[in-house]
């Protein structure tokens, strides 16, 4: 199944430094990520994250990260860091996640204790009917997300008209498999494209882009773009 829309948008997750930022942003990445969950070895201070969104490209998102933070410590982010988007990967409801008037996507782990079957789109939708879309990660009930582990794609059904990002275990070697396997509205990488939690590495940045775009190709052309 094809999509009407060929072009798989690209998160950055986890980012610390600047350079990083302004790489992706060089790149084309379509949104840059930075994580405020307590447990994360990529957490940064709202007043890092603040400086970084200054290395930000024209017209690239910037997502704020959160797991089941405070009411008050995800205001104090919006206040700080001004992003475009909130992303909620813990047991956070809908009501939680719209009360702060900035568009929410909804992490949904796919590790253990999910199930097995295919993803019912339709439950999500109405359990969380104010997401503008879903992040399906491969963390388990309890389990912190971003340490690089895989899912099995064939529980999500391609092309549904549900905009979701695939997260979990990508790298540049299996991001050109997964985009034209499951036809993802975007894809998200932290791990994948790190020499160490938090430090990203510009190559391996740069071929996951590459590939990205050459499944797109492949879909658009069906085939090759030889």
Not at 79 to 100: K, M, N, Y
Not at 138 to 153: I, M, N, V
Not at 212 to 221: G, I, M, N
């Amino acid at each position: 199944m094809k999509r009407t829309l060929f072009r798989t948008r690209i998160k950055f997750c986890g980012m610390t430094r600047p350079g990083d930022v302004r790489l992706a942003g060089e790149l084309g990445v379509d949104a840059v990520g930075f994580v405020f969950a307590h447990d994360s070895r990529r957490r940064v201070d709202p007043e890092e994250a603040r400086a970084m969104r200054n290395a930000l490209a024209p017209l690239v998102d910037t997502v704020a990260v959160f797991r089941d933070n405070g009411s008050d410590e995800v205001r104090d982010v919006i206040r700080r860091v001004r992003p475009t988007l909130l992303q909620f990967h813990g047991g956070e409801e809908d009501a939680f996640c719209r009360s702060f008037g900035v568009p929410y996507i909804k992490a949904v782990g796919m590790g253990a204790g999910s199930g097995t079957g295919v993803v019912d789109m339709i439950a999500l939708r109405v359990r969380y009917a104010g997401a503008s879309g879903f992040l399906f990660d491969s963390h388990g009930k309890g389990e912190a997300p971003g340490e690089g582990r895989a899912f099995d794609w064939k529980r999500l059904k391609p092309g549904v008209d549900v905009p979701y990002f695939v997260s979990g275990g990508l790298t540049p070697d299996n991001v050109y498999d997964a985009a034209l396997a499951v036809l993802p509205w975007g894809v998200d990488v932290s791990s994948g494209i790190e020499s160490e939690p938090g430090l990203k590495d510009g190559n391996l940045m740069r071929r996951f882009v590459e590939e990205v775009r050459r499944a797109d190709c492949e879909e658009l052309c069906e085939g090759g773009c030889a």
